[in-house]
């Protein structure tokens, strides 16, 4: 699991409620992500850091934002959750930015809006 | 527009026989090809890569090759087994801060 947890690893929740997960590496690795998978769209990326307080969008940023205040901590929040927003959820951590230097991804977060 | 296109949804293969599977992408300003493995409910692993320098890059039993004149990566699995049965996901990017950008996944059943 390259030293990521993911928590919480499942979660169920009512539409327009705020949720965080949280993503935890124990590599000191730079570079962080969140992705959502979803059946017929493969992974799509959410928001990634590249430094403590660096944050930028991915392509489905929207009703999701983040927080890096340190380097081991990745927060994705919901402000308000919506049905559309059922996925799984994972965090992804990077060691550079050289082209060979895979993502390495976390077991999960499996999110239900009700 | 998809960037990164992986046609088959799935693909059936005996174990012990070749596994391929494909990839598709359209921007020329990909430097770095990644292949992902994806059992349920564990998050992708990181398999092999190759850079767009090269034509080939070979890992064991998986080997990747790269036609870039027509856009194309392909994964070779020799010979395929039942553990290899998996998602595998396709993933690109211009190497330095771009994220990665991922195809849909291609479902591997290798059948004993």
């Known amino acids: 699991d390259a030293g990521i947890t993911q928590s919480p690893r499942h979660k169920v929740t009512e539409t327009g409620t705020p949720v965080t997960l949280r993503c935890h590496q124990t590599?000191?690795?730079?570079?962080m992500y969140w992705y959502r998978q979803d059946p017929g769209h493969g992974l799509r990326l959410i928001h990634y850091?590249?430094?403590?307080?660096?944050?930028d969008k991915g392509e489905v940023s929207d009703g999701y934002s983040v927080s890096r205040s340190k380097t081991e901590d990745f927060l994705l929040t919901l402000e308000s959750a919506t049905s559309s927003q059922t996925s799984v959820y994972f965090c992804?951590?990077?060691?550079?930015?050289?082209?060979?230097?895979?993502?390495?991804f976390g077991n999960g977060t499996r999110l239900t809006v009700t | 527009d998809q960037q990164v296109k992986q046609n088959s949804p799935s693909l059936s293969v005996q174990e012990g026989r070749i596994s391929i599977l494909n990839c598709d992408y359209t921007?020329?300003?990909?430097?770095?090809f990644l292949w992902y493995k994806k059992y349920p409910a564990e998050g992708p692993t990181f398999l092999i890569s190759?850079?767009?320098?090269?034509d080939k890059n070979e890992d064991g039993r998986f080997t990747v090759f790269l036609n870039k004149s027509a856009k194309h990566l392909s994964l070779h699995i020799v010979p395929s087994q039942p553990g290899d049965s998996a998602v595998y996901f396709c993933?690109?990017?211009?190497?330095?801060?771009?994220?990665?950008?991922f195809g849909k996944g291609t479902r591997l059943s290798v059948i004993a």
């Open positions: 992804a951590i990077r060691e550079s930015s050289m082209g060979n230097s895979p993502l390495h």
């Open positions: 993933a690109a990017w211009n190497s330095g801060n771009t994220p990665l950008v």
């Open positions: 850091s590249y430094g403590v307080k660096d944050t």
């Open positions: 921007n020329s300003m990909f430097d770095y």
């Open positions: 190759i850079s767009s320098i090269k």
């Open positions: 590599e000191n690795h730079r570079y």
